[in-house]
């Protein structure tokens, strides 16, 4: 027996408007819309719809819709329909339920619930269009031994560190879990922007080696396409311990996204599900760690700095304190709301911790032990505007990774389908007729606009503060002030409470 | 009483300050009728100075000077020194009573050395532990406060006018090579003694006017260096800041100067290669000892006085010279009201450092 699971949304066509052009049933992959010749009409499937909007904004005539379904179960504080719903579909398919991008659960956004400062009177603020406004970064270890040369200048004894112009970087995206086109559009703003892109642990593929000077390179668990070459051409290496997606399991690329194409980048067989194990089977502690880290710098020379990425976990503030002694030059926190192409539904909707949370108790922590400078921090999971970056730097972020918004950038509509490889948006998808749907000239323009945008609001805001050099908003918490929190909230960010002077 | 430092206390402020490079000494006086003029820019809640060269005759011992709320933490201080230094002479410091000066501490002053089984015994180099020992009693003794602790050299402050402050403890009695002063107006103070400026560490002083933006940022990291952010002003970070680039880091003041008032990049850029590489790689170094938001800061220190602003220059500061005689003060009537016709006068650029040094410690006139 299979019970039917009513779809989450219906498709509403206006009768009035529709001309039966079809474009909704060519663009849509699956397969929802069709055309009913007997009638002579368009008709929709709603239980197969994600909701992506492809056909809402191609429809010619705006004669299309998505709602909210009015279906019900008796209605039921404790067993929603959702939560109903879905013991219907592991009972009938016996399986793990699957999602993709970040958790959509009502959890508590602490970003929402901090305010920023700003100068009246006893200091000026700063206008951005008059005044130099620095959004400049250098990221990795600041430690330093003081030397000089026999003209007694100072010998620049820094390690290797990434400049960026803003403090902002797209995060890990695999090829494979997303498509060419997407990665080409990240590469090429990330150039244009003079930030960086991360492959993910998909490999690169041989086309995008020339944006190397932008690329961070993952080695994660399952050493997809890793080489000499790989690890070469990049201008920094990324060791994934962690996601925020999916804290504590691994990877799941399933064989029907491995193509070609996708298979030489990853080398592996085509069409073979490609799967990373939960840990690195040569890490199973901090010393082990440490000698991969190691391992990479000798394998580059110590040319390139090792970033190593963490999930926001219960105990962050502690491992983050073990990677800054492990010779890691950047950690990246990513926290439980992050996004991901394919995770086990209960893992990303119940496991990991806020990143606001996570970088404070981190940047503290790392502080405490007067370690701050042997590592740079970058966060992500979710950074969704330029206001969170602010606040994240303010709490002590040296940077920002963001994925879900460069994502929404291209045109995701946040369907939360990639899983399906389906994705009409030609992103999240390897099928060709898909992929060709995003045009990297116009993808990476929008990449470019976005971050573009954001680092105006970042310097107006800064401004405001009478900050004009984004290295002196880094771990400055007296210009937050929290609404909302309970006393341990705000003792974990580290902040006073709206209305506490200084 | 709250003592400062339970909150933060930024202020608006007045500060002067003048350097004999000769080495000549001269009387407090003239720092007194310097910052009176500019009276409306301190609005009676702080006041202070501080005198260069003015302990000669025990110029090998660290001077402290301390406020004591009570007996009972004078007893403990002292009892505090004696186990950790050989005290040469102590006595209560001379004051003039002045009606416009009230509710001061007992306020004293010693000539310590470090004990020489103590120091050898802690490991530390000498000035690290007068430091850790200043820090002990300030955070440790309730009541007492070191406000004062280099070596021929003192600070002197307290709630007030600076005019009366100066005159309260009689500096037209003190001579010294270089002398600081500051006025203060601040937005926010329970009127302790200790809150007032300059702030010394060791022989640095710092005056400062402003309100800088990147206070948190600044604290936070030096803290991780062992200093300990007590009272919560600006001009105290911006102290330990120095104290750690110079003495710890072992920087050049011109260097401090491209840390904490660092050209903007796109400035450094432009400069010539040299340069350009030395101030990125400090930028790069030290990012989170940059300063922002207005200051201009006198930097007292043995042999010479630095004048730095913000690098927006968002605080006035004027420089001039007379001679072996420089000046720097917040207006131009500070200067002329002591030297009425200086040979240059000089607005320093916002992140220039202006650095007047006696002549024997390679100062130039």
């Known amino acids: 027996m299979e019970l039917f699971v009513h779809g989450d949304y219906e498709v509403v066509r206006n009768p009035d408007l529709c001309i039966a052009c079809r474009v909704c049933e060519r663009q849509c992959a699956n397969e929802v819309h069709w055309y009913d010749e007997t009638a002579g009409k368009m008709k929709a499937y709603s239980d197969k719809c994600v909701n992506c909007h492809r056909c809402v904004c191609l429809c010619p005539t705006h004669a299309l819709k998505i709602v909210k379904t009015d279906d019900t179960y008796k209605i039921n504080a404790n067993w929603n329909n959702a939560t109903i719903n879905e013991v219907y579909k592991q009972a009938n398919s016996g399986g793990v339920l699957l999602s993709s991008m970040g958790n959509p659960k009502p959890y508590p956004v602490f970003w929402d619930k901090m305010l920023v400062n700003a100068s009246q009177v006893t200091n ?24 000089r040369d026999e003209k007694g200048r100072l010998k620049n004894t820094l390690a290797p560190q990434l400049e960026l112009s803003v403090p902002v970087m797209f995060s890990a995206m695999s090829y494979g879990s997303i498509s060419y086109n997407a990665h080409e559009s990240l590469a090429r703003a990330a150039e244009e922007l003079g930030i960086y892109y991360n492959t993910g642990e998909g490999g690169l593929h041989k086309d995008f080696y020339k944006y190397g000077k932008n690329t961070i390179v993952q080695v994660a668990s399952g050493r997809f396409g890793g080489f000499k070459g790989y690890l070469e051409t990049a201008a920094a290496i990324e060791i994934k311990m962690g996601q925020g997606a999916k804290p504590g399991i691994g990877g799941h690329l399933p064989g029907a996204k491995i193509n070609e194409d996708v298979s030489q980048t990853r080398m592996i067989p085509r069409g073979v599900d490609a799967i990373s194990p939960a840990p690195h089977h040569d890490i199973y502690s901090i010393e082990d760690l440490r000698q991969l880290v190691y391992s990479l710098k000798e394998a580059t020379e110590y040319k390139k700095p090792v970033i190593v990425k963490i999930a926001a976990v219960h105990n962050a503030a502690a491992i983050a304190s073990g990677i800054a002694r492990s010779g890691a030059d950047i950690i990246a926190i990513d926290g439980f709301r992050g996004g991901t192409g394919a995770a086990p539904t209960r893992i990303r909707d119940n496991v990991g911790i806020p990143i606001e949370l996570a970088l404070a108790s981190v940047d503290a922590r790392l502080r405490e032990e007067g370690i701050r400078d042997d590592v740079s921090i970058v966060v992500g999971g979710s950074i969704r505007s330029s206001a969170d970056v602010v606040k994240a730097i303010a709490l002590g972020a040296d940077a920002c990774y963001i994925g879900t918004a460069a994502l929404l950038a291209l045109g995701c509509p946040l369907c939360r389908s990639c899983h399906e490889g389906k994705c009409n948006w030609g992103i999240a998808t390897q099928r060709p007729d898909l992929v ?17 945008a954001w680092n105006h609001e970042i310097q107006e805001m800064m401004g405001g503060m009478g900050i004009n050099s984004v290295e002196a908003l880094r771990g400055n918490r007296l210009m937050l002030r929290g609404i909302g929190l309970t006393d341990t909230e705000l003792s974990v960010l580290g902040i006073r409470y709206a209305g506490q002077s200084l | 009483m709250i003592r400062e430092g339970i909150f933060r206390n930024p202020s608006g402020c007045a500060v002067s300050g003048v350097i004999d490079r000769s080495g000549k000494r001269m009387s407090g006086e003239c720092m007194i009728r310097s910052i009176a003029t500019m009276h409306d820019r301190s609005n009676g809640l702080g006041g202070g100075f501080a005198g260069y060269g003015i302990y000669p005759h025990y110029k090998d011992f660290y001077a402290f000077h301390l406020f004591f709320d009570s007996k009972m933490a004078k007893g403990a201080a002292e009892a505090f020194l004696g186990r950790h230094f050989e005290i040469a002479y102590s006595s209560e410091i001379q004051t003039h009573k002045l009606p416009s000066v009230t509710d001061e501490p007992m306020i004293w002053r010693y000539f310590c050395a470090p004990l020489p089984r103590k120091l050898a015994d802690s490991h530390l180099d000498e000035r690290e532990y007068v430091v850790r020992c200043v820090n002990r009693i300030n955070v440790q003794i309730d009541g007492a406060y070191v406000f004062s602790s280099g070596k021929n050299m003192g600070i002197f402050k307290g709630v007030g006018f600076p005019e009366d402050i100066g005159r309260f403890y009689g500096l037209d009695e003190y001579e010294g090579y270089a002398w600081t002063c500051h006025g203060r107006y601040p937005t926010n103070t329970p009127g302790w003694w200790g809150g007032a400026h300059p702030f010394g560490l060791l022989d640095f002083s710092v005056v400062h006017n402003g309100e800088i933006s990147s206070y948190d940022a600044n604290r936070r990291y030096i ?72 200051f201009s800061i006198i930097l007292g220190y043995t042999g010479g006085l630095m004048a730095l602003n913000d690098r927006l220059k968002l605080r006035s500061m004027v420089c001039a010279e007379k001679g072996d005689l420089a000046f720097i003060a917040s207006e131009e009537c500070a200067i002329r009201a002591i030297e009425p016709s200086p040979d240059t006068v000089y607005a320093p650029a916002g992140g220039e450092a202006v650095i007047y040094e006696l002549y024997d410690r390679g100062g130039r006139a």
């Open chain 1, 124 to 147: 000026p603020p700063i206008d951005p269009l008059r005044e130099p406004m620095e959004t400049k970064v250098w990221l990795g270890k600041r430690t330093v031994k003081i030397e």
């Open chain 2, 223 to 294: 803290e991780m260096f062992g200093y300990k952010c007590t009272l919560q002003t600006d001009t105290e970070v911006i102290t330990y800041i120095v104290d750690y680039l110079v003495r710890k880091c072992g920087l050049t003041l011109k260097e401090v100067s491209h840390v904490i008032a660092a050209s903007f990049w796109s400035t450094i850029a432009d400069k010539p290669e040299e340069d350009r590489e030395q101030e990125t790689l400090l930028r790069r170094m030290f990012p989170s000892l940059l300063v922002t938001g207005p």
């Open chain 1, 436 to 452: 060709k749907r995003l045009n990297p000239d116009i993808g990476y323009k929008r990449l470019v606009n976005l971050v573009t």
